[in-house]
């Protein structure tokens, strides 16, 4: 009788941690309907954070909303345009005798499969890529710390805060298939798990434990990818 209580009292927390971890699988394998999952889970975090008085977590989840629209379109997007460019630079190269492409500096195109039904690429993040990252990132993290402290009872301001801050990062870098986005999943979720044990979220410290074992292997299969 007990076990049927607990879970009457935390079906909605046991959930968004189901629809996490699917989110996480679908990630991993980049398939795109892991943005709609994101939306359902991320509505569902928005009153868990509320009621736990995490202000800026339950305000990342409005964030997560946001970029699983956008990720969804760049992902589709992103896809077509990679295909008109590989076109583009089919089309301009040098003709051999049979009209068969010359390979130059770039070497001849190909595809795999259908071009139009092509996924967006991994890619390694660059150099100025990070810099700007880093850059927003202590912005971030240091205007929610200062909001957190001085307007919010919140009981962690700089957990919440570097956390949050962080995952905006990352989610931004998913949104556009940047293959070192998992270690900062890697950083988050670790702690993440740190965090809500603290404050007796049992099933969510589950969640993020599984989070981190699979960023790893996020981490390895994207590597294959690149």
């Known amino acids: 009788m007990g076990l049927i209580d607990w879970l ?4 909605i927390e ?16 980049q398939n795109i309907w892991l943005w709609p999952v994101g939306i359902a889970t991320s509505a569902v975090y928005i009153w868990i954070f509320f009621t ?4 800026a977590d339950m305000s990342l989840q409005g964030y997560y909303l946001v970029i699983s629209i956008l990720g969804w379109y760049w992902w589709i997007r992103g896809a077509r345009h ?20 010359l390979e130059g500096e770039q070497g001849s195109v190909s595809y795999e499969g259908n071009p139009r039904t092509q996924k967006l690429k991994v890619t ?3 150099l100025k890529t990070a810099i700007i990252l880093t850059t927003v990132f202590s912005i971030l993290i240091a205007v929610m710390w200062l909001v957190l402290d001085r307007f919010t009872d919140s009981p962690v301001p700089g957990w919440d805060s570097f956390i949050t801050a962080l995952s905006i990062i990352a ?3 998913l949104a556009r298939k940047i293959y070192e986005h998992w270690y900062l999943w890697i950083v988050v979720n ?3 798990v740190i965090l809500f044990y603290t404050r007796g979220l049992y099933p969510t410290v589950v969640l993020y434990i599984i989070y981190c074992g699979m960023s790893f292997v996020g981490l390895r299969e994207w590597k294959r990818s690149l």
């Open 14 to 29: 046991i959930f968004g941690a189901v629809a996490g971890i699917l989110y996480v699988i679908l990630e991993i394998r």
């Open 82 to 101: 990679q295909v008109k460019s590989t076109g583009r630079r089919a089309q301009g190269m040098e003709q051999g005798p049979n009209n068969s492409p």
């Open 190 to 192: 670790t702690a993440s």
């Open 52 to 55: 736990s008085k995490f202000y």
């Open 124 to 126: 390694r993040i660059n």
């Open 171 to 173: 989610t931004w870098m």
């Open 8 to 11: 009457s009292d935390n079906y």
